[in-house]
């Protein structure tokens, strides 16, 4: 079946507009995660959605950052107010779950998003 | 907290050379081990993984062991060719809430 995607694959923006960056996971995966990636840096963990518990939101860097999973599926992120720090390449990944932590997870081939 | 430290590069090798990225890690548990690589214009996808203390993961020519004593799961390979130049990463998980990465090494390997 298909990958993950993620939409839209580049986005320019200006600083202060609200940008969404969508990702679609590989169907019947009930774990979904973002991060950032910026240049020379690693990845960096901003929220992890498992089916419908609340979500972990504990790597999101400020509150202009917020997600959502409509129906356990379709992930949006959204950056609100957007400053150049922002600028970074946002990865989604989604893996099926286990207790142990060791499901390999599949990654989308993330968003470059510039703030001007 | 968990995390994971592996070598800075970038790492330069000439083909049929013998690899080696060292990752330590910190966890409070007993953590699931991984590397993942990021070819060129590509996203990441795993090279292979390690679930307890003691497994080998494999893929490619590649190794890694998971060595509790010493906290780490350095990424070998023992001839390296110019298509493994890449940017690889080492990561750990516990329980599946969250992965924690490495910054990521880049290798590039010359004819």
């Known amino acids: 079946g298909a990958g993950v995607s993620q939409s839209p694959s580049n986005k320019v923006t200006e600083k202060g507009k609200d940008v969404e960056l969508r990702c679609d996971p590989i169907?019947?995966?009930?774990?979904l995660y973002w991060y950032r990636q910026s240049l020379g840096q690693g990845l960096e963990f901003l929220i992890y959605f498992q089916g419908n518990s609340a979500p972990d939101k504990s790597g999101l860097p400020s509150d202009r950052f917020s997600a959502e999973r409509t129906g356990g599926s379709v992930s949006t992120l959204t950056i609100q107010r957007t400053q150049q720090e922002d600028s970074a390449v946002y990865l989604c990944?989604?893996?099926?779950?286990?207790?142990?932590?060791?499901?390999?997870?599949?990654f989308g081939p993330g968003t470059r998003l510039l703030v001007l | 907290g968990d995390s994971v430290t592996q070598m800075e590069g970038p790492v330069t090798l000439s083909e049929e050379a013998f690899l080696t990225i060292n990752c330590t890690y910190t966890?409070?548990?007993?953590?699931?081990l991984f590397w993942y690589v990021q070819y060129p214009g590509e996203g990441l996808q795993l090279l292979l993984k390690a679930t307890k203390a003691d497994d080998k993961g494999s893929n490619k020519g590649f190794e890694a062991t998971y060595r509790k004593e010493t906290t780490s799961f350095h990424l070998e390979k023992g001839s390296v060719q110019v298509s493994d130049s890449a940017v690889y990463f080492c990561a750990l998980s516990e329980t599946g809430n969250q992965f924690y990465f490495g910054t990521g090494t880049s290798l590039t390997v010359i004819p």
């Open positions: 169907s019947g995966h009930t774990a």
């Open positions: 966890a409070t548990g007993y953590p699931s």
């Open positions: 990944a989604s893996s099926s779950t286990s207790d142990r932590g060791d499901e390999t997870q599949y």
